[in-house]
Nanobody, 124 residues
């Protein structure tokens, strides 16, 4: 059974940092692109960051560019999202996603797999 399990969410003050983790299991994700999306209350799910299977290609939403870094673990089955200088508007449920191609984890309609999500709340 394929699973993507996120961790690392929580409550943080504005200006603080969080590191989200996503552990993939149930199949090998070495050749899969992986990424992060978020969904705030009353809003649609949106792309946050993506990384290719090799780690050579990185994509970020403009809203987090310069404040966030996506990376993969050495085993390639783990992906991280380091978020700095957090703002109240970063408050959302953050979802990990995986797709067979990089293009598939750049939009919320095309990933092959999703995690259950982890809540990030930024207090101002």
């Amino acid at each position: 059974q394929v699973q993507l399990v996120e961790s690392g969410g929580g409550l943080v003050q504005a200006g603080g940092s969080l590191r989200l983790s996503c552990a993939a299991s149930g199949r090998t994700f070495i050749t899969y692109a992986m990424g992060w999306f978020r969904q705030a209350p009353g809003k649609e799910r949106e792309f946050v960051a993506g990384i290719s299977w090799s780690g050579d290609s990185l994509k970020y939403a403009d809203s987090v560019k310069g404040r966030s870094t996506i990376s993969r673990g050495n085993a390639k089955n783990t992906v991280y999202l380091q978020m700095n200088n957090l703002k109240a508007e970063d408050t959302a449920v953050y979802y990990c996603a995986a797709g067979r191609k990089m293009a598939m984890i750049l939009a919320p309609t095309t990933p092959d797999y999703w995690g259950q999500g982890t809540q990030v709340t930024v207090s101002s």
